[in-house]
Nanobody
Framework: QVQLVESGGGLVQPGGSLRLSCGAS???????MNWYRQAPGKQRELVVG???????KYTDSVKGRFTISRDYAKNTVYLQMNSLRPEDTAVYYC????????????????WGQGTQVTVSS
């Protein structure tokens, strides 16, 4: 059974930092991992994704402030968030899916339960 478990959310003042973690268990083979977020009343959006080979893609609003990293030995992906803004307030979700040797995704998308990030003074 695949499980993704996020941690590290919380309340932080504008300009502050948080580090989110997502531990994955039960995944087989190679897979891409991503961070999404969903603010109240808005659609879930991709924040940053990382392929198994280490390529990354950030949404424009977080470039230069957020950094994704991955510990393959621990099956864990991290999201370092600096210079946080009130508009970063959202529930952050970890996502993973399998890819084949060409990087083509297949199978099921897996999601964590989400962790709340609130940026407020």
């Amino acid at each position: 059974q695949v499980q993704l478990v996020e941690s590290g959310g919380g309340l932080v003042q504008p300009g502050g930092s948080l580090r989110l973690s997502c531990g994955a268990s039960g995944l087989r083979g190679i897979y891409d991992m991503n961070w999404y977020r969903q603010a109240p009343g808005k659609q879930r959006e991709l924040v940053v994704g990382t392929t198994y080979s280490g390529d990354t893609k950030y949404t424009d609003s977080v470039k230069g402030r957020f950094t994704i990293s991955r510990d393959y030995a621990k099956n864990t992906v991290y999201l370092q968030m600096n210079s946080l803004r009130p508009e970063d307030t959202a529930v952050y979700y970890c996502n993973a899916y399998s890819v084949d040797s060409r990087g083509i995704r297949y199978g099921t998308d897996y999601w964590g339960q989400g962790t709340q990030v609130t940026v407020s003074s």
